[in-house]
């Protein structure tokens, strides 16, 4: 059974910095691209940013470029996401995602709480 665990969520405020970890198992994880989502209550869930199986492209949505890094380390099967001047807005659940699309696999983890606010 595929585990994926987000961790590094909470509460700050806005201009500050969070850093986002997702750790997969049972999986080989340097087979998989690796994606960070979120949903805010009432909106849709949003692609945020995307990572390929190696690490050598990225992918981001526009309200995040430039503020959010995403990077992965295939020796310890984590993917993480660097958040950089945060905004109200960017409150949300933020789910994680292994992907290999060509095989049709998928699997998401349950989302970590991201709340700015002052």
């Known amino acids: 059974q595929v585990h994926v665990v987000e961790s590094g969520g909470g509460l700050v405020q806005p201009g500050g910095s969070l850093r986002l970890s997702c750790a997969a198992s049972?999986?080989?994880?340097?087979?998989?691209?690796m994606g960070w989502y979120r949903q805010a209550p009432g909106k849709e869930r949003e692609l945020v940013a995307t990572?390929?199986?190696?690490?050598?492209?990225?992918i981001y949505a526009d309200s995040v470029k430039g503020r959010f890094t995403i990077s992965r380390d295939n020796a310890k099967n984590t993917v993480y996401l660097q958040m950089n001047s945060l905004k109200p807005e960017d409150t949300a659940v933020y789910l994680c995602?292994?992907?290999?699309?060509?095989?049709?696999?998928?699997?998401w983890g349950q989302g970590t709480q991201v709340t700015v606010s002052s």
């Open positions: 995602t292994a992907n290999r699309i060509p095989y049709g696999l998928r699997y």
């Open positions: 049972t999986l080989t994880f340097s087979n998989y691209a």
């Open positions: 990572i390929d199986s190696d690490g050598g492209s990225t």
